[in-house]
């Protein structure tokens, strides 16, 4: 159980196009997701935090008219990097987790982003 | 804001040996998870702790919660191939439940 995808699991795209990244719970139903970034040879930095119906709450220091999260179901939230550049090319994974789970994240396999 | 650091930093030992690595941060957790990432996939969670002072097993793996609620280590027994991965301690920062915090990492490499 707790099965978390995301889609596509690697994209190229060209500096100044808009890439969409999905992230869906399989096997249960999500009232919060996240999005971390993770750079090579370093943690995952947390993003923005997704509540189901309602804007995502982002971290400090994160665009979030660059980084656009929907999060219109309980099973799926999407990021899209908008105008990526190339210093946007990184690791990015989505988490999930409901409130019988406590603090504890479920992690997609992550979705290799390159711009070129 | 809330660090969490991991030590050592990485490791390499040959199959077989046992393996010890920790967290520490500078306030206090109410919560300690440990990850293990594979290259190029997404954390996996191992343990979960919620206790000071618990101590809690998965199969070869075990997890201490630390008594001052400031640390948490991790023990891998008779370490095999497919330990090899990167390691990564998280909490819930200023005792909310809704988002975590991830640790600097381990790298643990194992020699056949």
């Known amino acids: 159980g707790a099965v978390v995808s995301q889609h596509p699991s690697w994209v190229i795209c060209k500096s100044g196009t808009s890439v969409k990244i999905e992230c869906r719970s399989l096997?249960?139903?999500?009232?919060?997701m996240f999005w971390y970034r993770q750079f090579p040879k370093q943690s995952l930095m947390l993003m923005a935090t997704s509540n189901e119906g309602s804007k995502a709450t982002y971290e400090q220091g994160v665009e979030k008219d660059k980084f656009l999260i929907n999060h219109a179901s309980l099973t799926l939230s999407t990021l899209t990097v908008t105008s990526a550049h190339p210093e946007d090319s990184s690791f990015y994974i989505c988490?999930?987790?409901?409130?019988?789970?406590?603090?504890?994240?479920?992690f997609g396999p992550g979705t290799r982003l390159t711009v070129l | 804001g809330q660090q969490l650091n991991q030590s050592p930093q990485s490791m390499f030992i040959q199959e077989g040996e046992d393996v010890s690595m920790n967290c520490t941060s500078s306030s206090i957790f109410n919560t300690w998870l440990w990850y293990k990432q594979d290259p190029g996939e997404g954390p996996v969670l191992l343990i979960a702790?919620?206790?000071?002072?618990e101590l809690t097993s998965n199969g070869r793996l075990t997890a201490q919660f630390g008594i001052t609620r400031k640390d948490s280590f991790l023990n891998i027994s008779a370490s095999i191939p497919s330990d090899v991965g990167i390691y990564f301690c998280a909490g819930p920062p200023g005792g909310a439940t809704n988002k975590l915090i991830f640790g600097t990492g381990t790298l643990l490499a194992v020699q056949p």
């Open positions: 096997d249960f139903q999500a009232t919060t």
């Open positions: 988490s999930a987790r409901t409130h019988s789970q406590g603090a504890g994240q479920y």
């Open positions: 702790l919620y206790k000071a002072g």
